[in-house]
């Protein structure tokens, strides 16, 4: 891996470690920097501004869990024969986990943060588009 895409996982990951402890409105870049051992300017060029590095970080942990989530729901469905209401019901979990309830809360968050973030919202629309493919493809 080059130094350069070495420097930009270190950054995503301190990024989304600060966002998964603080929320969204505690993520400063300044925190990012420290964290990542680098300068607010390296993180700058890689992302424009601090919506460039939410929308890269959020975009990259709602694909990532949207993903397991439908993965996880289409391994619950019958496989041999036409899926009927019943099934479809009984393939969502009744009781979620502490992880799951934490995603949904999340995910409601991601959400609102992309109506004024407008990479944030195409980067979502991307993830949308992927998941339904993913979800017709079963």
């Known amino acids: ?18 966002l998964l402890n603080r929320g ?31 929308a890269r970080v959020l975009g990259d942990i709602y694909d990532d869990q949207s993903k397991i989530a439908v993965e996880q729901y289409l391994a619950r469905l019958p496989r041999d024969s ?4 019943n099934d479809l019901v009984s393939a969502v979990p009744i009781v979620l986990t502490e992880d799951q309830i934490k995603f949904h809360e999340l995910r409601l968050q991601i959400l609102a943060a992309s109506v004024h973030n407008k ?20």
């Open 1 to 18: 891996m080059t130094e350069m895409n070495n420097s930009l996982e270190v950054i995503l990951e301190s990024a989304k470690r600060i």
């Open 24 to 54: 969204i409105l505690g993520l400063r870049v300044a925190d990012v920097a420290s964290d990542a051992n680098c300068s607010i300017t390296q993180i700058y060029r890689f992302f424009r501004n601090r919506d460039g590095l939410l």
């Open 82 to 85: 036409a899926i009927t209401i």
């Open 119 to 138: 990479e944030l919202h195409d980067r979502l629309k991307v993830c949308t588009q992927n998941l339904y493919e993913m979800w017709k493809a079963g």
